[in-house]
C-alpha cells in the first residue's frame, strides 16, 4: 500500500516501507498479546502521515517497530532502502513522545543538543546550530533556563528542537500534544506544519484527535482494533498552507465527520 505523497496529486514511491509486519507480545508465554497483522504501507519522503485507531489498536506499536525500539515478530521496516535498525543507530530517526522527557538539571539548550552529543561519537554528525534551532520553535532567550521554568508547551517546543538537533530523516510523533490544554495544542499544530513545511522530514504522527490529524497530515491510516490492521488509507486533500480558518470549513468538517463515521462502524 503506497499513500499518496505531500501533494496529494500522484502515487510517489515508499521512503519508509513497512512490508508485512506483525507484532506479538509475549511470545513463549501463556497468553500472547497480537499487537498487529500484516502491515504494509509505504510513504513517500517529505509526507506527514498520522496514524488513528482505537485505543490499543498498535498505533504506538507500529511508530516504535518504525524506530527501531521494538523488533517486528515478521516481516521488515526500511527507510530509505535502509534497515530500520541500522537508521537508528546512525542517529536519523527523531522520536518525539507524548511527556518532554526533558533532564530537569539540565538548561534548555543543553536538553536541546543532548541526543546529538550523546550519538556524536558514533555517526560524525556535525553539531546542531541550537540558537537556531530554539529560534525555530519560538523559544529564544529561552536556552539558558531549566524545564521547571517553562510551560508545559514550552517544554514541547524543546521536545521537538531536540528531535530536530538530529537533523533526522524521519520524524516519529507519538501523541506530542496530548497533554496541552486545546488552544496550547492547536498553536503547537500550526508550529509544527510551519517547520515540516520548511525542512520537509518525513513525519509519522500517533493522535487519537481525527481534528487534529485532519488538520496536519497529507493522508491518514486508520487502523483496526486490535490485532491491528490497516483499515484504510484516506488521502487529505485540503490545500496548503492550512490556516486555522480551515478548521471552520465545510470541507474540514466532512472530513472528520468522515473518520466518525469509519471509527464508529469499526466498533459495532
Known amino acids: 500500500m503506497i499513500l499518496a505523497g505531500p501533494t496529494g496529486s500522484e502515487t510517489a514511491p515508499a521512503f519508509i516501507a513497512v512490508r508485512d509486519v506483525q507484532v506479538t507480545y509475549g ?16 510513504v513517500p ?3 506527514f502521515v498520522s496514524l488513528v485507531g482505537p485505543s490499543g489498536c498498535g498505533k504506538s506499536t507500529l511508530l516504535r517497530a518504525v524506530g527501531d525500539m521494538i523488533a517486528p515478530t515478521a516481516g521488515s521496516i526500511t527507510i530509505a532502502g535502509t534497515p530500520a535498525s541500522q537508521m537508528r543507530r546512525e542517529a536519523r530517526i527523531g522520536l518525539v513522545s507524548q511527556a518532554p ?41 529561552f536556552g539558558a533556563k531549566r524545564p521547571a521554568q517553562l510551560s508545559g508547551g514550552m517544554q514541547s517546543r524543546a521536545a521537538l528542537a531536540r528531535a530536530l538537533a538530529l537533523n533526522p530523516d524521519v520524524l516519529l510523533m507519538d501523541e506530542p500534544f496530548a497533554a496541552l490544554d486545546e488552544i496550547t495544542r492547536d498553536r503547537m499544530g500550526i508550529e509544527l506544519m510551519r517547520i515540516h513545511a520548511r525542512f520537509r522530514k518525513t513525519v509519522l504522527f500517533v493522535t487519537h484527535s481525527l481534528a487534529e490529524a485532519v488538520f496536519l497530515s ?16 484516506i488521502t487529505v486533500d485540503l490545500p496548503r498552507p492550512r ?24 466498533m459495532a
Open 218 to 233: 497529507d493522508a491518514i491510516v486508520l487502523m483496526t482494533p486490535r490485532p491491528g490492521r490497516i483499515e484504510r488509507v
Open 27 to 42: 511470545q513463549g508465554g501463556a497468553e500472547p498479546v497480537q499487537a498487529l497483522v500484516d502491515i504494509n504501507i509505504g
Open 243 to 266: 490556516l486555522p480558518e480551515m478548521r471552520l470549513t465545510d470541507a474540514f468538517a466532512r472530513m472528520v465527520a468522515e473518520l466518525n463515521r469509519e471509527l464508529y462502524r469499526m
Open 101 to 141: 522527557n526533558l533532564m530537569p538539571w539540565l538548561r534548555i539548550a543543553d536538553n536541546v543538543a543532548l541526543l546529538h552529543e550523546l550519538s556524536a561519537k558514533r555517526t560524525g554528525r556535525p553539531a546542531p546550530d541550537v540558537a537556531a534551532l530554539l529560534q525555530l520553535v519560538g523559544l529564544e532567550g
Open 45 to 47: 519522503e517529505g509526507a
